[in-house]
């Protein structure tokens, strides 16, 4: 990684004053984290959050961060989600300690769910799901025991064992903990912590028939892999009392006492933070893919040539607190914006080619001009650009009856081609309907490199590219893919989707130097933006993605 990402070193916030103080007191003298997601979708933009924030705290204070899987729910998990969620937190530049799944200590958990039966704080109930719904209360009325609460010891741990072994069917019995059926929260009133599912499971195939709880399961996974600060989003400050609750009952048995602290989710303008919603934009056809590069998946961002480094530089921009907030989406932009502005080579590409001819340049003849690589960093180097008499320039680069401020081409006026020559724009040539078929210019040859003999100036460069030796490619321009600040928060996002958030550029035109697959970083398409090849990209059949413009002009284009 670069140097960006140990910008997250000094970010201060209150997660890390917690810990320093833990350290200070003694009460932590090793920091372990976790990252705990469910492999039930592709990991997005939200979860760097607490990617940067568990493994960031973990290595800044000499500790450790464990990525587990959270896998109790069979019927929504898959290996492809696993697989796919390790590549992501790799590539975003992290290494975990380990890589367990919750689903390994299935044999442990139901050690201790024995354990809470034994104490008298876990009993089986037979209730229907309507039953045990009906009787749980709401926020205003406090629920009610139900008739099996009272089960005996024994009895509860022969039925549990039971269910266990398979003699019932799904729904027929569950375990709660047995607390507090009164309690001002929901979560407190006596939980399930286990219930039965006939389901093969993606780590643990047919082995069992009955499987934790999310809630059950968190704390004690934590306390097994020994995690100090279990750091979660806000929306689990009400389970936290569960949490606490099953681990105080469990104190003699498990190996250490983690903590839960809460932090506010990111939500960012004009985009969805929800592996639910995200994936019915897949499956509903919205999006090709979870790789989309419009979607705000780690993967599409990938695909789309975000920098791992910009994600984190975001994420330490953006910080950690208690209090629900939504990022404006510029500044995810700019973060990418600078960090590819520093590092991204400089090429030229003509995205809507028109054809100009310039008829003082002998036929034939070809000659190469030196282009800089990045006109900051001579480091860079330069690269050799071929030029000819026939060359392309971008259609918005011309304008038939131009207004005086209009510095680029137009008949009569001149301009210069970048690390070329000045050119003057004599004729255009139109097809039958009407529209421009090609321009007729002269060439000043004195004026090579940009700098003409006389000291005659121009106002404006554009770019170019050598019609000869042109590469066609096909060029994906991406907008945002909604049109609101908050389509999560809308009833129904899809009608929030932006209709031109893919605009195809089938007839786009590169320079040689320009290497259509594999790209290891964006390039900037010179006064056009950066751009990197697709994943499906090849020798054959070029496909670049618009990674990012170079200015904001969503802003601009959207308030008027
Ligand atoms: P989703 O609703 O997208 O499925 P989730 O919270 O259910 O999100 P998990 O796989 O359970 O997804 O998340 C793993 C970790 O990432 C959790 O600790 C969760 O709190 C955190 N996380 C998820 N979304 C965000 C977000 N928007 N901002 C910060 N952290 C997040
Ligand atoms: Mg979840």
Excluded at 507 to 516: I, R, S, T, Y
Aim: negative net charge.
């Amino acid at each position: 990684m670069s140097d960006s990402s140990s910008a997250d070193h000094d970010a201060s916030n209150f997660i890390r004053d917690m810990i320093a103080a833990d350290i200070e007191k003694g009460k932590t003298s090793r920091v372990v984290t976790r990252f705990p997601p469910e492999p039930n979708g592709y990991l997005h933009i939200g979860h760097a959050k607490s990617i940067c924030l568990n493994f960031g705290v973990a290595r800044d204070f000499g500790g450790y961060c464990n990525l587990r899987f959270d896998d109790t729910n069979p019927e929504k998990e898959s290996v492809e989600y696993v697989n796919a969620i390790r590549r992501d937190v790799e590539w975003l530049g992290f290494e975990w300690h380990s890589n367990p799944f919750a689903s390994d200590y299935f044999d442990q958990l139901f050690d201790f769910a024995l354990a809470l039966i034994k104490q008298g704080d876990a009993y089986v109930d037979s209730q229907s799901a309507d039953e045990i719904r009906a009787t749980r209360g709401t926020l205003k009325d406090p629920g009610a025991n139900g008739p099996y609460r009272n089960r005996s010891v024994d009895e509860n741990l022969q039925m549990f064992k039971d269910m266990k072994a398979g003699k019932y069917t799904d729904g027929e019995h569950v375990l709660r903990a047995k607390i507090d059926m009164l309690s001002g929260n929901i979560n407190m009133r006596d939980p399930i912590i286990y219930r039965i599912r006939h389901v093969n499971h993606h780590n643990t195939g047919d082995k069992w028939c009955i499987y934790p709880l999310y809630d059950f399961t968190h704390g004690l996974s934590d306390a097994i892999e020994g995690v100090t600060h279990s750091l979660c989003t806000l929306e689990f400050e009400d389970h936290r009392p569960l949490y606490d609750w099953i681990l105080d009952k469990l104190a003699d048995v498990i190996p250490a006492r983690p903590e839960q602290t809460e932090f506010a989710r990111l939500q960012l303008e004009y985009s969805l933070t929800s592996k639910r919603k995200l994936n019915q934009l897949v499956v509903d056809g919205h999006v090709d893919s979870w790789d989309d590069p419009r979607m705000l998946t780690i993967s599409g961002m990938r695909r789309r040539g975000f920098t791992p480094e910009s994600i984190v530089t975001f994420c330490s921009m953006i910080g950690v607190t208690k209090k629900d907030s939504h990022i404006e989406m510029g500044v995810l932009e700019n973060a990418l914006r600078e960090d590819l502005n520093r590092r991204a080579e400089r090429r030229m590409a003509v995205i809507n080619p028109l054809k100009v001819v310039i008829e003082n340049y002998p036929e034939g003849q070809e000659e190469m001009v030196t282009g800089a690589n990045h006109p900051q960093n001579p480091d860079y180097g330069t690269r050799e650009i071929p030029f000819s008499r026939e060359i392309y320039i971008e259609q918005d680069d011309f304008m038939e009856d131009a207004p005086k401020k209009f510095f680029r081409l137009s008949v009569g006026r001149e301009v210069r081609l970048r690390f070329a020559y000045y050119i003057t724009c004599k004729k255009v040539i139109k097809n039958e309907d009407g529209s421009i078929e090609r321009l007729i210019c002269t060439y000043d040859p004195e004026s090579r490199g940009g700098k003409s003999a006389d000291g005659r100036k121009v106002k404006g460069t554009i770019h170019w590219v050598s019609a000869r030796h042109a590469v066609d490619a096909r060029v994906n321009l991406y907008e945002r893919l909604f049109n609101t600040t908050n389509p999560g928060g809308e009833t129904d996002f899809v009608s929030a989707i932006n209709p031109e958030s893919l605009i195809v550029a089938e007839k786009a035109k590169l320079e040689p130097a320009v290497n259509p697959v594999d790209n290891k970083l964006a390039y900037q398409f010179e006064r056009l933006g950066y751009f990197i090849s697709d994943s499906e990209s090849s020798e054959e059949q070029p496909v670049f993605n618009r990674t990012m413009t170079l200015r904001d002009s969503w802003a601009k284009a959207n308030k008027a």
